[in-house]
């Protein structure tokens, strides 16, 4: 009896103890997950990235491939160029992939396998920011950061090859052509890059949040997206006389108000969706009614399942509205070679994984949950295939002018978050391999076991 109570008691003191000190609980836990050195890495990953002379060399990658940026699947030079620089750190690479693509390999050449993804194309933009290193390609620039991905995912592969003893599997990098609009991740995938790759990385800079910041979230972080192009055809006629024509101005007027009740009336409140017409042709006189009109848009939305039902909506509504009134109409959604782009879903582990690297570099106050954004990634494209994340890098001095946004001529990047972004792409990497356990692997198909 005795033995019972004693027994009862010292229960009672250990609840106590760990109400007063709900810490306590996890002390194992996180004295288990200090032990194993993780948490080590990534200060120390980005110690070394902020090296006078490693920035230096980032910096000038990253303005070179400015000064001469090139179009999706025309990224020759920049592609040279990576090549170049694995030359360089000794790191072997397959070339060509998908016409411009660079895919390198750092570590033990076995499983397992995680991979970091850099897009390389830049845009169809004069730039208008006046500097040293602006575009030197009349109507191209790189107005969305691509150069610093490109400098950073190089900065990564530097700092693994210096710590490739760390390396317990292969780190892919993947350096990708054609993201603005062009499929490239679609192609990548389809060439098999990702064969054997049990996660994939990718970032991006914005201007939106301040440098030593990073944002990101489990589950649909970016929309999926398609295009779409309609010709509403009737018969043009003098203005002044309209009932011998058949108006396609009034009929395109039309289907552009109906198109807006998809949304506001058809799609679930709790369900985002976007239905934009940004593009609307026709005619060249005051009085003439044309013949045709060309009206163009975009859908969005973050569900494979809502962006196929707007796509079936989109063309019933253009065809029917048409029909109303006396005109015809063909629609066509430009997903061909390129499909419509899913939407970017985070995996909700890679999320957990991302929260400890990121917050052990920058401190857990410096890593912000973001929400949802409409734009989309064809870094999508990779999600569907595999586990993948995608987060984003803030580059925003706060002592600083207001830098400029994406897709703008007068887009810019703070140099100084080029450190942030190879220290993290380096370090999820290197601890999502330590962390990975042996899986059995297929030997059907084009799997390997070996790169």
């Not at 999706?72 to 000794?90: H, M, N, P, V, W």
């Not at 198109?259 to 969706?273: G, K, N």
């Not at 929260?355 to 990779?382: I, R, T």
Request: with cysteine; proline share 6%; glycine share 8%.
């Amino acid at each position: 009896m005795e033995t019972i109570m004693g027994f009862s008691k010292l229960v009672s003191l250990l609840l106590i103890f760990h109400l007063l000190n709900p810490t306590a609980v996890f002390s194992s836990s996180l004295s288990s997950s200090k032990s194993n050195g993780l948490s080590e890495i990534p200060k120390k990953f980005l110690d070394f990235a902020e090296r006078k002379e490693f920035v230096d060399w980032m910096v000038g990658i990253r303005r070179k491939i400015h000064e001469n940026p090139e179009l999706g699947y025309e990224e020759f030079e920049t592609s040279k160029l990576i090549r170049s620089e694995l030359d360089k750190l000794g790191i072997p690479y397959n070339y060509p992939v998908s016409v411009t693509g660079v895919v390198g390999f750092v570590g033990t050449g076995k499983p397992p396998f995680v991979a970091l993804r850099a897009d390389m194309d830049a845009l169809p933009i004069q730039e208008e920011v006046d500097w040293e290193h602006r575009s030197k390609i009349p109507g191209k620039m790189h107005a969305c950061g691509h150069d610093a991905h490109v400098s950073m995912t190089l900065g990564a592969a530097k700092i693994l090859k210096e710590h490739v003893e760390e390396l317990k599997g292969t780190v892919v990098l993947v350096f990708q052509p054609a993201e603005e609009g062009g499929g490239g991740a679609k192609k990548m995938l389809d060439e098999g890059v990702l064969d054997n790759v049990d996660a994939i990385f990718g970032l991006h800079v914005t201007h939106e949040n301040t440098i030593g910041t990073v944002a990101s979230k489990p589950g649909p972080l970016l929309a999926g997206s398609g295009f779409f192009t309609a010709v509403i055809t009737g018969r043009g006629g003098h203005a002044a006389l309209p009932q011998h024509s058949t108006d396609p101005i009034l009929a395109a007027s039309n289907v552009i108000v109906s198109l807006q009740h998809l949304v506001s009336r058809e799609a679930d409140p709790l369900d985002s969706q976007v239905v934009t017409v940004a593009k609307f042709q026709g005619g060249s006189a005051f009085n003439v009614i044309p013949d045709s009109v060309t009206i163009g848009g975009t859908f969005r939305a973050f569900s494979k399942a809502s962006l196929i039902q707007l796509k079936q909506r989109i063309e019933e509504v253009i065809k029917g509205q048409a029909a109303v009134q006396r005109c015809n109409a063909t629609v066509d959604f430009h997903d061909k070679p390129v499909p419509t782009f899913p939407p970017t879903v985070n995996d909700n582990d890679l999320h957990e994984h991302f929260l400890n690297v990121a917050g052990d570099m920058l401190g857990n106050d410096k890593v912000k949950d973001m929400k949802p954004l409409m734009g989309s990634e064809d870094f999508a494209f990779y999600q569907e295939a595999i586990p993948g994340y995608f987060y984003f890098l803030g580059m925003q001095d706060e002592n600083s002018p207001k830098l400029g946004s994406v897709h703008t001529p007068h887009f810019t990047i703070n140099e100084d978050v080029l450190p942030y972004g190879a220290a993290l792409h380096a370090s999820l990497a290197t601890t999502h391999l330590l962390k990975a356990e042996p899986k059995p692997r297929s030997t059907e198909g084009n799997l390997h076991d070996e790169l």
